[in-house]
């Protein structure tokens, strides 16, 4: 039984008609409990509970606080390559693409940890397309070796793998991973994935169980906002949270929300996500999920990002390139998408001070691994 199976019980038009056919009776209903329904999640996700940003805002901040305090975790990511066999339409990375690719080899792996370094930063995720070839488990593993001599949590977000080799990673220090099935919906699915290994749904959707069962203690996943109806969609990402925290108590789950950015190939993505959709999104998922993170990157504006502080979110990159070798050699060409929030990580850092929350830069060391 994996959550393959638990999707299957559940009908895309069904949970959309559902969440349209809620009105403010039913949000006024469900706002003030405690603990949520699966049907009270979908009923805040629903147009009528627009009106009810507000209280779900001041609650939202009320369990935050009492869940993580004042804190914002952050990240930085490094890119290590941009290869890719896949043909995701709506990616700079996707294979048909023509730019420069390029693998960093481990000395420019190593110059990247140098300027990544003084940032103070110390968790680290890495990013690469997917090329299981270039990309290999023991590339990876050469890389993940070079960077946990300075940074104590290393982030992969890679092609989804098998279990022995997220173990394998695991037991050279990686200790979470990210991972976004894009969309939840099959046939958008198979509209958006035209080629390559991510074609295959289910591998992608049982690749945070298999990590957790590896034994990784952070999973991430997401819906790439804007390739479908963004309130069924967040409906399914909080089913594979509440499904992942329950099957695996020991891991914490976290949940992004990537909004589609401008890349190489302009895809235009057929749904328009607003700041608005995106709040009521996080704010659901917080009163649904208590526990959960909630993670947003520097492909939202500086401004957003601000606010989003005071909303339930809880970990933040910072100081972004997404372009491999974008730190030490400043190149710009190959990104996979445009950053939005373009503060340096010292800049941000300071921002989040001020705002009274505290920036965590490290909070876990892998050696708490080697010690159970
Ligand atoms: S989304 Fe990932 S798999 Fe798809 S083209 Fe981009 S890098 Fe490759």
Redesign the pocket.
Known sequence: MSFYDEIGKFNWSEVKEFIYSRNESDVLNVINKNTLSLEDFATLLSPAAESFLEPMAKEAHRITLQRFGKTIKIYIPMYVSNE?V???V??????HNKFNRKTLTLDEVKRELEVIKKTGIKHILICS??HPKKVSVDYLNEVVKLVRRDFSSIIIEV?PLDENEYRVLYNSGVDSLALYQETYNTDTYKEVHLG?K?TDYRYRLEAPERAAAAGLRTIGIGALMGLDDFRVEEFFVGLHARYLMRKFWKTHVTVSFPRIRDAEGHFKPKYLINDKNLVQSMLALRLFLHDVGLVISTREPAELRDKLIYLGVTQMSAGSKTNPGGYAAGEEEGK?FEVEDRRSAQEFIESVRKKGFDPVLKDWDSSFINAV
């Open positions: 890719c896949n043909s995701c709506y990616c700079g990375f996707n294979v397309g997917e092609q390559g991510k996979q």
